[in-house]
């Protein structure tokens, strides 16, 4: 299943199937970005991560892709499972602030035994 | 520790009284974060300490709200004469230097209820 980010806020999917999570960022001068997963009642926690000089990364299940030219980011989870389940958050670093993140609103993953 | 780690866990205060917010962060982490969620929002940037720079505190709501980092490690963020507005999940955050990887470590965040 598929998210458009603000417009879809909430996501759910089938066991087993791949989730495909997407971000809209405002900023071109941004060269780095994190999807974050938050479990109710806890902080978030790094996911991936990925710089401005590249338009894919892969990790363990998960694989993020960087659209510069639409200032769209995804984040494609593989055979989603309940553990899953969680906010996801992108997050994007304007080159000209050392160190501050700027977050969406984030997409609500529900996965479906 | 091995952990960003934040105190207390849950704090409910009355309006109109003054509350700390404690955060200790990952050790040798030389950078530290505050920022604010809403029920249901995203994360509002509140503050930002960089080893011995003058903290960023262009997210600060109001003047009610101040933050300290003492001696490059504990940070306390204080809030003055609460309001029912600021109740939200305060999270704090660390990350080494700016390297080729600075995403943050997030502490599980201390829930304020002013009432």
């Known amino acids: 299943g598929e998210s458009v980010g603000l417009h879809l806020p909430t996501l759910s999917v089938q066991e087993g199937d791949n989730s495909i999570i997407n971000c809209a960022y405002s900023?071109?001068?941004?060269?780095?970005f994190i999807w974050y997963k938050q479990e109710s009642g806890k902080g978030p926690q790094f996911i991936i991560d990925?710089?401005?000089?590249?338009d894919k990364r892969q990790g363990q299940r998960v694989t993020v892709l960087l659209n510069k030219t639409v200032k769209h980011l995804s984040l494609q989870i593989a055979a989603t499972q309940p553990g899953d389940s969680a906010v996801y958050f992108c997050?994007?670093?304007?080159?000209?602030?050392?160190?501050?993140?700027?977050f969406g609103r984030g997409t609500q993953l529900t996965v479906w035994p | 520790g091995a952990g960003v780690s934040q105190s207390p866990s849950n704090k409910v205060t009355e309006k109109g009284k003054d509350v700390e917010l404690r955060c200790d962060p990952i050790?040798?982490?030389?950078?530290l974060y505050w920022y604010r969620q809403s029920l249901g929002q995203g994360l509002e940037f509140l503050i930002y300490f960089q080893g011995n720079s003058a903290p960023d505190k262009s997210g600060l709501p109001s003047d009610r709200f101040s933050a300290e980092r003492t001696g490059g490690s504990v940070s306390t963020l204080t809030i003055q004469r609460t309001q029912q507005e600021d109740s939200a999940v305060y999270l704090c955050a660390s990350s080494p230097d700016r390297g080729e990887r600075y995403g943050y470590t997030f502490g599980s965040g201390t829930r304020l209820t002013v009432v």
């Open positions: 050790s040798g982490h030389t950078a």
């Open positions: 990925i710089r401005s000089n590249m």
């Open positions: 900023n071109s001068a941004s060269d780095y």
């Open positions: 997050a994007e670093n304007k080159g000209s602030t050392l160190g501050r993140l700027y």
